[in-house]
């Protein structure tokens, strides 16, 4: 069992950044890769990023790839999204997800965050 806390959303302007962070908690926290997903309104939720459980791999979505970076904290048992150069098209609400195999797609992932919104305006 892992639970999952995201925090860090906020509104910000075109071109600002913003760090979200998903704190995990349980047995096999540090030995879970992470994804983050996004959805947007109206929209399907959406792969970003993924993390292994060690933080040596990592998977991007073309949209993103350049301007967010994923990384990961064992020690603290915490994931980061480091989110750069944001675009209106990148609001959505944000959910960190766990799942001991690292995958980009969502339906691989057993544990999830409740999410935090990022609305970012033009």
């Known amino acids: 069992q892992v639970q999952l806390v995201e925090s860090g959303g906020g509104l910000v302007q075109a071109g600002a950044s913003l760090r979200l962070s998903c704190a995990a908690s349980g047995r096999t926290a540090s030995r879970s890769a992470m994804g983050w997903f996004r959805q947007a309104p109206g929209k399907e939720r959406e792969f970003v990023t993924a993390?292994?459980?060690?933080?040596?791999?990592?998977f991007y979505a073309d949209s993103i790839k350049g301007r967010f970076t994923i990384s990961r904290d064992n020690a603290k048992n915490t994931v980061y999204l480091q989110m750069n150069s944001l675009k209106p098209e990148d609001t959505a609400v944000y959910y960190c997800?766990?799942?001991?195999?690292?995958?980009?797609?969502?339906?691989?992932?057993?544990?999830w965050g409740q999410g935090t919104q990022v609305t970012v305006s033009s």
């Open positions: 997800a766990a799942d001991p195999l690292i995958n980009v797609r969502m339906d691989k992932y057993k544990y």
């Open positions: 993390i292994t459980w060690n933080g040596i791999n990592t």
